[in-house]
């Protein structure tokens, strides 16, 4: 809008800007002196950035700015420093042994704070959030364990994993006796019928107990001991008792003795750090059913 | 109200007013001397108390008043309080703020003429102001001078300021000094080794300090602050406040002329228009105008009336504490009727006395020991292998003594439960024992387990007991065991 000189309002003295509308003539109002300043600088600050920060998108980067500034490297630092302040506890959590961890109120809190976020972060798509685990994925806050609830044993669970690959592993599955034609479809139900009476759960009308008990004998003590009562060093749970990792219906019992199961536990060596997965130790035993 | 008619039509003015700057005359009188009193009371309570050591034992912080953020602490002499226990400081805002009304429906606004910082602070920043230029006229004129700005002058208005800047700086200085160790943190400041934060706050609290008091002075009172316009609606016809007594004033007749008619036996006031009043008067306005929003109702202008009282052989109090009631009795010939204590002042006294019974009481029976409960959600109940059910709670343990506790943990509800505390079993199996250290709060992950078959409701209250084992003092909280 230009100043029309020498066209100036009778009642308000301004000058007008030159637009008429019905004989209605606009005055030139400028913008505040102050406005404009504060508009201006913020252009001017604007190609400050610019210049300064990282701004602008390349083909395949973008401009670094004057100092080499980006938030990620901001992070690392904030990491590291972390990892500074935290090196002196993490190191005395790493130097003391599982028992004295659980007998230090400072260090098991520590472990038990640690612990809690790296389950989150690591183990918790598994055995849920709070260890409570699902079909085929165990509750580790029951007193019944596979391998072993010993502080050492868990531990040596997290690092070298079940079925896992890693030279240290877990071996041993449950397998499967109808696939591989070990056993025929009507000893299947027997069998499973027989191990429900094991832990006294009711049992199919015309169930043939002596010969159910047969079967057990010749096809699974190998593993589950005399009477089910289960193997930790292969791993294979105690039959007798009131915990099922894949559930204890008839069905699901014909279906483990058919089909087999082995379920995968990853080790966590070299994933995560020594006094990490001492820390996780320590707080899977303390979720309550560590022996 | 019949002070209006006091009013000069040169109030009704434009709706924006530039400020008339106030050149208040130094007064001497009874009021002056209960403000410099007040000033010397407050003033050395603010910048001293940090200083003040109370011994809590080794390892304690021995500052008798201390907000310590970091461990969220706030130490009072022998009181100590955790961040949980912030309502003392809710019945304390409600105690400070009716011992306002009660002020305020006694004697008017007693705060803001005494003991509000906006005012004790500017009263002590006047007292400079007249120290390095001088009293009311010389201020005045040099401040108007036409010649522009001569060696001297330049000379005391640097000074002037820079006594404002270091009273303004030791005023941030002694805030921060409530928040750290008092004589650690003097030391770290004057070695510039002290945290960032605390420099910052100097700063905050020195420019505040030199702007309001040095510069804003009355216009903080008038323009920024509620008060005046909430104690409007606290105020009634009973409150005494600081009145100019026009049914003795009036006419206003110069002393000669006075003298005069009084001789004739004619009626004639005691005022004599002097302008005193108006002179010393910390926020430029005339009290004979009556009860104005700008007055703080300080006095000074009782005393500068009163000394010219004296001077003239009139009696004193042409100007007091007074009200419009009184004015009227005395208008008709009636003696003057002071009620201080009527409804009003006593349902302040009483609220006053309520709450701060209740906080006493509560204070003074609050345990040292305290436990909270939360039970784990996921999963919210366990079955054993032996098909009995357990449940896994967080228990807090709080111990807010001075020394290290030893506690046992009692668990009762569930039928034949037995208790089990990560980490306490392998010392104390049968009645698991923990040691809280003082002033510290413990947490544990505490099990219950229940056979199934004794516990077949899906829910059963179980009640945790936590007892010192040395003291006997006990704490419980309840939470609920649960069935899958």
Known sequence: MTDHHGEFDSVSGRSTTGHEWDGIKELNTPLPRWWLITFYLTIVWAIAYWVVYPAWPLISSNTTGLFGYSSRADVAVELANLEKIRGDKMAALGAASLADIEKDPALLAL?????????????????????????????????????????????????YGARSGHAKTHEGQMLAFGKDGVLKPDEIVTVANYVRALSGLSTRKGYDAAKGEKIFVENCVACHGDGGKGNQEMGAPNLTDKIWL?????????????????????????????????????YVHSLGGGK | MSANEFTSDDDYGPLYAARKKVYPQSVSGTFRRVKWGLMAFCLGVYYFLPFVRWNRGIGAPSQAVLIDLPNSRFYFFFIELWPQEVYYFTGLLIVAAVALFLMNSVGGRIWCGYLC??????????????????????????????????????????????????????????????????????????????????????????????????????????????????????????????????????????????AELRALGQPVGDCVDCYQCVAVCPTGIDIRNGPQLECIQCGLCIDACDNVMTKIGRPKR????????????????????????????????????????????????????????????????????????????????????????????????????????VGADSVTPDRPMVVIPRDSTSELRVLVTAPAESNPEKSIPVRFHVTDIGLGEAASATDNFVSP
Request: net charge positive; with cysteine; charged share 20%.
């Open chain 1, 111 to 159: 472990a038990r704070a640690k612990g809690k976020t790296v389950f989150g972060d690591n183990c918790a798509p598994c055995h849920g959030s709070g260890g409570a685990g699902a079909k085929g994925f165990p509750n580790l806050n029951d007193d019944d364990w596979l391998w072993g609830g010993t502080l050492d044993q868990i531990m040596q669970t997290i690092q």
């Open chain 2, 117 to 258: 910082p906006q005012t004790v602070w500017t009263d002590l920043f006047y007292a400079v102001e007249r120290f390095v230029e001088g009293d009311r006229r010389e201020r005045m004129r040099k401040d108007n001078a036409a010649d522009g700005l001569s060696l001297r002058r330049v000379y005391e208005i640097v000074l002037k300021n820079a006594i404002w800047l270091l009273i303004a700086w030791w005023t941030g200085g002694a805030w921060v000094l409530y928040f750290a160790d008092a004589p650690t943190l003097v030391k770290q400041l004057l070695t510039f080794q002290a945290p960032m934060v605390a420099y910052i706050w100097i700063g905050i609290l020195t420019a505040t300090t030199f702007v309001l008091a040095g510069y804003m002075r009355e216009q903080v009172c008038t323009y920024m602050c509620p008060w005046p316009r909430i104690q409007a609606a606290l105020t009634d016809e009973w409150a005494l406040n600081v009145t100019y007594r026009y049914d003795r004033g009036e006419k206003r007749t110069s002393v000669k002329k006075a």
């Open chain 2, 318 to 421: 042409l100007i007091g504490y007074d009200n419009d009631i009184n004015i009227q009795r005395r208008q008709d010939g009636k003696a003057p009727v002071y009620r201080i204590i009527r409804p009003r002042t006593i349902v302040y006294s009483a609220i006053i006395a309520a709450v701060g019974g209740i906080m006493l009481y509560v204070l003074a029976t609050r345990t040292l020991l305290d436990v909270n409960v939360l039970h784990d959600r996921n999963p919210l109940a366990v079955k054993l292998s032996d098909g009995s059910i357990r449940n896994a709670y967080t228990v807090r343990l709080l111990n807010k003594s001075g020394y290290d506790r030893v506690v046992a943990i009692d668990a009762e509800g569930p039928v034949n439960a037995t208790l089990h505390v």
């Open chain 1, 246 to 282: 894949y559930g204890s219906d008839e069905a699901n019992l014909i279906e483990t003795i058919a089909q087999g199961r082995a379920g995968v536990m990853p080790a966590w060596e070299g994933r995560l750090d020594p006094a990490t997965i001492k820390a996780m130790a320590v």
